[in-house]
Every structure is written in structure tokens, then in C-alpha cells.
């Protein structure tokens, strides 16, 4: 089992900035790929980035790229999301997804994961 606890949330005006951190416990996490989703109200969970064991390999969704970072310590157990030039398009209950994985690919679809957190809520204002 894998638990994971994401936290960073919060309300920001667009143009603004957020760190999402996503603590995990368990089992070695540095065996484990991790990911971001995000659910808005109504809507589909979205992939928003994904890293894999080792931290070399990394994926974004279209929707993020150059504006979102993705990176882990695995000596502190915890996954990272970086979120800059926020818009209000953004605004979703953002989760941490964790699988069993050490090959170099990453784990993009909500299938793939076997752990998620409770999520955080992050808004963005126009």
C-alpha cells in the first residue's frame, strides 16, 4: 500500500503561481512512477504531468507544457508540481497518482495508476 497526501492548493488570480507537493509513505517510493491529474466539475479526470522512478523521464499534457513543472525527491518521499502563469482553465481538484514502476516510460492514463491522493483544490480568478 501507498499513501499519498497532496497539499499547495489554494486560490490565485490568474498570472499567478502554486506549488503542489505530494507526500507519499508506504512502501520505496523511489519505485514508484508518479503522476498529476486533474478533475474539473463535470468533466473527465485530465493527465497533466508525469515522472518517472528516476526522475528522467517526463511527460506534460499539451494543455501545460511550459508552464508546469514536475520533479520528485525521492530522498524525501514526495512529487512536486510547479504551476506558473495560472488560468483560470486551471481550476480543478488536482491529484497524485503513484504506480509500481522502474522503467524508464512514464504512466499517463488514470488506468495505469493503482494509488491516488484525496487531492487539493486549486482556483485560479479572472
Known amino acids: 500500500q501507498v499513501q499519498l497526501v497532496e497539499s499547495g492548493g489554494g486560490l490565485v488570480q490568474a498570472g499567478g503561481s502554486l506549488r503542489l507537493s505530494c507526500a507519499a509513505s508506504?512502501?520505496?517510493?523511489?519505485?514508484?512512477?508518479m503522476a498529476w491529474f486533474r478533475q474539473a466539475p463535470g468533466k473527465e479526470r485530465e493527465f497533466v504531468a508525469a515522472?518517472?522512478?528516476?526522475?528522467?523521464?517526463?511527460q506534460y499534457s499539451d494543455s501545460v507544457k511550459g508552464r508546469f513543472t514536475i520533479s520528485r525527491d525521492n530522498a524525501k518521499n514526495t512529487v512536486y508540481l510547479e504551476m506558473n502563469s495560472l488560468k483560470p482553465e486551471d481550476t480543478a481538484v488536482y491529484l497524485c497518482?503513484?504506480?509500481?514502476?522502474?522503467?524508464?516510460?512514464?504512466?499517463?492514463?488514470?488506468?495505469?495508476?493503482?494509488?491516488w491522493g484525496q487531492g487539493t483544490q486549486v482556483t485560479v480568478s479572472s
Open positions: 497518482a503513484a504506480d509500481w514502476s522502474r522503467s524508464t516510460v512514464v504512466l499517463t492514463r488514470p488506468r495505469d495508476m493503482g494509488y
Open positions: 508506504g512502501r520505496t517510493f523511489s519505485n514508484y512512477a
Open positions: 515522472i518517472n522512478w528516476s526522475g528522467g523521464t517526463i
